[in-house]
């Protein structure tokens, strides 16, 4: 007998079956999974996802590797599995930071849009940073109010920078941005975040399709997401037909816990239990009349509130 050797990875892709584990070095190596992952408190119909640190088996001749261990996630992102309504499916897990990119026209990016992300990457306690991209296409009076957008996100706390891919304008600060971390990056087709990716790694190209090889026809029809490895170091998890976050149960008493800025004004409610709708005393709504907290964040609360809008998740 062989002694068997154990390793610790990254699984930076995963077709449903065949995963693809990258360990500190650089190798990968092809891996399939033995027995039973059940993670507690969800049911998943992936066992592992992008993003996993494993313990594995290197494979042995022509075999696969074999993965025997997951080891704890420190976030995960899901969205439904397409049939069954209770299962999820496991997108990508430990992720560093969630960017969003942004374009206020060619094309616009709602402000809702915008809302529901940083609710979303704060119910997953990822930290959200937004990027600002395409300045050099904007007018005097549109630059001011691109301006304006990002100084509302950054006095509520999220980082925000201004790039443009094509003029190539702190392109240098992007990529400080993504050095070292494992990072998801979103927003509406065509804002340019494969532009972005290409001016740090030209040679990473995000448009190839995003399964080829190990695709199994008909097994499933979801696409998986997959980790690009950086040259500076880090990631770049790209999720295939996911514009923001897919969708996230949350407890219509707890939205408001998702809007830093809401939850921070929310102390002083008269009732503790108020949801800021139309509650007497209510501080939230006494913040917004003042101009403290800004009618675009509030009208996006009330809307997931009210569960409207599908489109712009
Ligand atoms: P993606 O769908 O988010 O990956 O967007 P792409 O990277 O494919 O970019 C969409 C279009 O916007 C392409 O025609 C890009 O050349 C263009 N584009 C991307 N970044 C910029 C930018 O900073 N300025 C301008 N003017 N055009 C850009
Ligand atoms: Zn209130």
């Known amino acids: 007998m062989t002694q068997e050797k154990s390793f610790q990875g990254v699984v930076i892709k995963s077709t449903g079956s065949l995963y693809t584990v990258q360990t500190a070095d650089g190798q990968r190596y092809p891996c399939v999974v033995k027995g039973n992952f059940r993670i507690k408190g969800i049911r998943s119909t992936?066992?592992?996802a992008v993003g996993d640190y494993v313990v594995f088996d290197k494979p042995q001749g022509a075999q696969q590797g074999i993965i025997k261990e997951l080891l704890e996630r420190k976030n995960y992102i899901v969205r439904r599995a397409a049939n069954l309504s209770k299962q999820v499916h496991v997108v990508a897990a430990n992720i560093d930071q969630a960017i969003l990119v942004v374009t206020l026209k060619e094309p616009e990016t709602h402000l809702e849009f915008i809302d529901r992300y940083l609710a979303t990457a704060e119910a997953y306690r990822i930290p959200a940073?937004?990027?600002f991209n395409k300045c050099d296409i904007y007018l005097p009076e549109e630059k001011k109010t691109v301006r304006q957008c990002m100084e509302l996100y950054q006095r509520i706390g999220y980082p925000c920078l201004e790039t443009s891919a094509e003029k190539k304008i702190n392109i240098e600060a992007f990529r400080q941005l993504l050095a070292g971390k494992t990072s998801l990056l979103s927003g509406v087709s065509g804002t340019g975040k494969s532009s972005l990716i290409n001016a740090v790694e030209p040679q990473l190209n995000l448009k190839t399709a995003?399964?080829?090889?190990?695709?199994?026809?008909?097994?499933?029809?979801t696409t998986f997401a997959e980790m690009f490895p950086l040259s500076f170091g880090g990631y770049i998890i790209d999720t295939p037909g996911i514009r923001g976050f897919g969708v996230i149960d949350?407890?219509?008493?707890?939205?408001?816990?998702?809007?830093?800025?809401?939850?921070?004004?929310?102390?002083?409610?008269r009732f503790y239990n108020c949801l800021h709708i139309q509650e007497p005393g209510c501080a939230v709504i006494e913040a917004v009349r003042k101009g403290e907290i800004a009618w675009s964040r509030y009208r996006s609360y009330l809307s997931i509130y009210e569960d409207k809008n599908e489109k712009y998740r």
């Open 129 to 131: 940073v937004l990027v």
């Open 210 to 221: 995003p399964l080829s090889s190990y695709h199994h026809a008909g097994v499933h029809t």
């Open 250 to 269: 949350m407890n219509k008493n707890e939205i408001f816990h998702f809007f830093p800025e809401i939850f921070k004004a929310a102390r002083d409610c």
């Open 46 to 48: 992936n066992p592992i």
